[in-house]
């Protein structure tokens, strides 16, 4: 809710003087976060990847590309080193890219990246 409220707002150029002074979250509202379902140590045994940081980006633009030009940012950034990459929070199901069209080639490129580096990847869908 933050990221989405605050980042989308606040990246706005013509918004520069804008301040946040207050935010108040509605308890019956906290009460609905049960927290994370997991830690970083399941992240960590999926991706087989212990010692050191774990490496991702969030894919951009979040709005414009196609499914297919979506599925081939998110291989060459795996190729590339990553260990994951992420959907933007607001990224969503649009008519130029549907959820199901972005699952798909996001799916061919952690195969076809992980065939070419022989490292386990990821990517987070929303």
Known sequence: MFT???????????LRALR????RIPT???KTFQGPPHGIQVERDKLN??????????????L????KNYGRACYEC?????????????VNS?????????????AEAIYKAQAETGEIKGHYLN
């Not at 980042?7 to 013509?14: D, E, P, Q």
């Not at 414009?64 to 499914?67: E, K």
């Open 4 to 14: 989405s409220i605050v980042g989308n707002v606040f990246g706005f150029k013509a």
């Open 20 to 23: 946040l002074e207050d935010l």
């Open 28 to 30: 019956a509202y906290i």
């Open 49 to 62: 990847k212990y010692g050191r940081p774990l490496l991702g980006c969030t894919i951009k633009p979040k």
């Open 64 to 67: 414009g590309l196609s499914a």
């Open 78 to 90: 795996l190729r590339g080193g990553l260990d994951f990459t992420k959907d933007d929070e607001n």
């Open 94 to 106: 649009q008519p130029f890219m549907r959820w199901r069209d972005r699952f798909l080639f996001c």
